[in-house]
């Protein structure tokens, strides 16, 4: 459980400093680059903690896809970027990818799981 809250703190930490980033250029103050070289040190930090126990693939995928459903919803509504029906598309396929990887991950892991204890069992009586 602490390995995912891990991945939920390295994606924050992540929109935190790409934000960060975006406001910084906007603005032109330093405490926006500062902020940013803080958070992403952070994500990457926590990303190789949570990669620990979760998957990578399905980790950095998590990272990377929920950072940027996130990233571009808050550019959007803070730093007024276009949206359209394509980003909407976009953003939708996204998160169905994410689901779909998760969702095979899980029960790849199970089947593994299955097939190590046939193989045991398989062991144990010969």
């Given at each position: ?24 250029t ?46 571009t ?6 730093f007024?970027?276009?949206f ?15 689901v ?11 089947d593994?799981?299955?097939?190590a ?10």
């Amino acid at each position: 459980m602490i390995y995912w809250i891990f991945l939920a703190l390295a994606i924050t930490a992540e929109v935190i400093g790409t934000l960060s980033m975006k406001y910084a250029t906007v603005n032109g103050q330093i405490t926006g680059h500062i902020v940013m070289y803080i958070m992403i040190t952070a994500s990457y930090i926590l990303l190789s903690l949570a990669i620990k126990r979760v998957a990578l693939g399905v980790a950095y995928a998590l990272w990377e896809g929920i950072g940027i459903l996130f990233i571009t919803l808050f550019s959007v509504m803070w730093f007024d970027e276009p949206f359209s029906l394509t980003k909407l598309a976009g953003l939708a396929i996204l998160v169905i990818g994410i689901v779909m990887l998760k969702s095979g991950t899980r029960k790849a892991q199970g089947d593994s799981g299955l097939k190590a204890r046939q193989k045991e069992r398989h062991h144990a009586t010969v």
